[in-house]
C-alpha cells in the first residue's frame, strides 16, 4: 500500500494507525507524527463536525463505499480540497476502517471559477436588457467590462465591442490595451473569435482556451500594431430584441483550461 497513488489511513476507532507514503505528501506531517493521530484533526472544523455528525449516524459495519469532498488542512496550515472514500474492513474480528484520499484543489479551482462565470454571465444579461435605456451608454459599457473582468481571476484585459449596420464590430470599451490604437479598432463579424469558434451560430458565451488554434492572429496584431497578448478569452454576445448588439471578451496572457462552454 506504500506505493499506491492515493493517500490512504487504516483507523482504529478514530485513531490512525498506518499511513502510506502519498498520505505523508498530501498532509506535510511524518509516518510518526501522524500514527496514533485522530483523523478527524486532519479536517477543516467546519468540515469535520459535519463529517463527524454523519458518521455517528451509521453503526457497525457499513458494506458501503462512502464518498466525502473536504477540506484537509495540512501541516503548514494549508487546506486542501481533498475527495475522500471510506471503506468499512473486519479485521481480527474488529472493524477498521479504509480512507483513501485524493487531492481536488484543481477541479475545486476550476468549479468556482465556472461558477464565477455563470454569475457574471446572468449579470450581463441582466443589464443588457435595458442596455439601450441608458443616457450615457458609454458608462454602461465601462460597468460591464469593469464587473466581468473583475470576476475572472484569469482575465486581465478585455473589451466590449459593437456592431454597426455594415457588420463591423467597433471597440467601445476596453482595458488593457493601448487607448489610441483601441480608439480606432474595428474588425468584420466573420473574422471575431466568437463567430469563428461558433461558425457564425453566436448564442452563447464560449470560452475559448488557445485562441491560436482557432485562427491566425495577424490580423489583430496588425490593427493592434503588436504582438496579440492574448493566448485565450472569455467572448460573450450583447443581444436587444433578439438582434447581434455587440459582443464582450475578457482575455487572458494564459491559457484558461476550462472545460465547457456557459450555457
Known amino acids: 500500500m506504500n506505493h499506491v497513488p492515493a493517500a490512504l489511513l487504516v483507523l482504529d476507532q478514530g485513531k490512525i494507525t498506518y499511513a502510506n507514503k502519498s498520505a505523508i505528501q498530501l498532509t506535510g506531517y511524518k509516518r510518526d ?43 503548514q496550515k494549508k487546506p486542501i480540497w481533498t475527495k475522500l472514500v471510506v471503506t468499512d474492513l473486519k479485521f481480527e474480528s474488529r472493524v477498521v476502517r479504509l480512507l483513501s484520499g485524493y487531492d481536488v484543489s484543481s477541479q475545486k479551482q476550476y468549479e468556482s471559477q465556472l461558477g464565477k462565470l455563470i454569475r457574471m454571465k446572468e449579470d450581463m444579461l441582466l443589464l443588457t436588457q435595458s442596455i439601450l435605456g441608458i443616457d450615457d451608454i458609454g458608462i ?45 479598432f474595428s474588425i468584420p463579424l466573420e473574422e471575431t473569435f466568437l ?9 452563447s458565451t464560449e470560452i475559448i482556451n488557445d485562441i491560436s488554434r482557432l485562427t491566425d492572429v495577424k490580423y489583430y496584431e496588425t490593427q493592434l ?39
Open 225 to 263: 500594431n503588436e504582438v496579440f497578448p492574448a493566448m485565450s478569452t472569455i467572448a460573450t454576445p450583447i443581444y436587444n430584441n433578439g438582434k447581434l448588439y455587440g459582443m464582450v471578451y475578457l482575455d487572458s496572457p494564459i491559457k484558461m483550461h476550462l472545460k465547457k462552454k456557459i450555457i
Open 140 to 184: 454602461l459599457y465601462d460597468i460591464i467590462l469593469d464587473g466581468a473582468i473583475d470576476s475572472v481571476d484569469m482575465a486581465d484585459r478585455g473589451s466590449v465591442l459593437i456592431l454597426d449596420e455594415n457588420g463591423m464590430l467597433h471597440a467601445r470599451a476596453f482595458r488593457g490595451y493601448d487607448h489610441d490604437l483601441m480608439d480606432n
Open 195 to 203: 463567430y469563428l469558434k461558433t461558425d457564425g451560430q453566436i448564442r
Open 33 to 75: 507524527e501522524l500514527e496514533h493521530m485522530d483523523w478527524i484533526d486532519l479536517l477543516d472544523f467546519e468540515d469535520a463536525v459535519a463529517l463527524e455528525n454523519k458518521m455517528k449516524k451509521m453503526t457497525g459495519i457499513s458494506e458501503d463505499v462512502r464518498e466525502y469532498t473536504v477540506r484537509m488542512i495540512n501541516k
